[in-house]
C-alpha cells in the first residue's frame, strides 16, 4: 500500500542552525502535502499546505521565513526549520493525500535544539 | 469554522471494561472523519474512518464508530479494553470545501487501570 516515509526520525540541532526534515510518498504521487507540528501533550496543529511547484500555504499565525517549505517533486517536500531555537523543538509530522481520500501520514520527526 | 471537540482529556477505565471516547464536529456539511491513535513517542495509526455509507465503521484493534449526523458525533467505542490500549486518541475531520486538511480534536488520553 501507499507509504509516506518521513526522515529524520529524531534529529538534535544547536540552537542558531537549520535542520531539513523529509516527506516523501513512495509508491504514489503527492501535489499537495501537508505539515503538522505537535507539542508535548498537545494535539497536531497543520502548520502549511505543500503545494508541488508552487509556494506553500501557511496557516495564521505560522512563519513563513522561519518554516520553509519546498515541494520541487511530486514525490518529496522538506520543511527547513530554519535559525531553530528551544522554542521550536517539537515533532513535526507530514501526510499526503491518497487516493479515495486517504490520508496518509509519515512516521513524524522529533526534533530537539539544544 | 470548522472545528472538532474531544470533551475528556483524561480518561481511565478497568481492563476488561467499555469505552466510549467522545468526539463532536462543526462542520457545514457531512465531512471525512478519522480517529487516530498515538502511543508514546509514537507517531500516528489509523483506527478507523467514515466517508459514506454505514454509520456504523469497523476499524482495527477492534474498534468502532459510530457517525451520527444529527448530533454531530463520532464516538469512538471498543468493547473490552486491553492494557495495550493505553495511549492518546485523536479525532479528525477533513472537509473537500477545506481543500483536504485535517483538522485534529485536542486528544484524549487513555489510562488502563488493571
Known amino acids: 500500500g501507499a507509504v509516506v516515509s518521513q526522515h529524520p526520525s529524531r534529529v538534535i540541532c544547536k540552537s542558531g542552525t537549520s535542520v531539513k526534515i523529509e516527506c516523501r510518498s513512495l509508491?504514489?504521487?503527492?501535489?499537495?502535502m501537508f505539515w503538522y507540528r505537535q507539542f508535548p501533550k498537545q494535539s497536531l496543529m497543520l502548520m502549511a499546505t505543500?503545494?508541488?511547484?508552487?509556494?506553500?500555504?501557511?496557516e495564521q499565525g505560522v512563519e513563513k521565513d522561519k518554516f520553509l517549505i519546498n515541494h520541487a517533486s511530486l514525490t518529496l517536500s522538506t520543511l527547513t526549520v530554519t535559525s531553530a531555537h528551544p522554542e521550536d523543538s517539537s515533532f513535526y509530522i507530514c501526510?499526503?493525500?491518497?487516493?479515495?481520500?486517504?490520508?496518509?501520514f509519515g512516521e513524524g520527526s522529533w526534533l530537539t535544539v539544544v | 469554522a470548522q472545528s472538532v471537540t474531544q470533551p475528556d482529556i483524561h480518561i481511565t477505565v478497568s481492563e476488561g471494561a467499555s469505552l466510549e471516547l467522545r468526539c463532536n464536529y462543526s462542520y457545514g456539511a457531512t465531512p471525512y472523519l478519522f480517529w487516530y491513535v498515538q502511543s508514546p513517542g509514537q507517531g500516528l495509526q489509523l483506527l478507523l474512518k467514515y466517508f459514506s455509507g454505514d454509520t456504523l465503521v469497523q476499524g482495527i484493534k477492534g474498534f468502532e464508530a459510530e457517525f451520527k449526523r444529527s448530533q454531530s458525533s463520532f464516538n469512538l467505542r471498543k468493547p473490552s479494553v486491553h492494557w495495550s490500549d493505553a495511549a492518546e486518541y485523536f479525532c479528525?475531520?477533513?472537509?473537500?470545501?477545506?481543500?483536504?486538511?485535517?483538522?485534529f480534536g485536542a486528544g484524549t488520553i487513555l489510562r488502563v487501570k488493571s
Open positions: 479528525a475531520v477533513m472537509s473537500m470545501e477545506y481543500g483536504n486538511k485535517l483538522v
Open positions: 501526510s499526503a493525500p491518497g487516493t479515495a481520500n486517504t490520508i496518509y
Open positions: 505543500s503545494n508541488e511547484g508552487s509556494k506553500a500555504t501557511y
Open positions: 509508491d504514489f504521487q503527492a501535489t499537495t
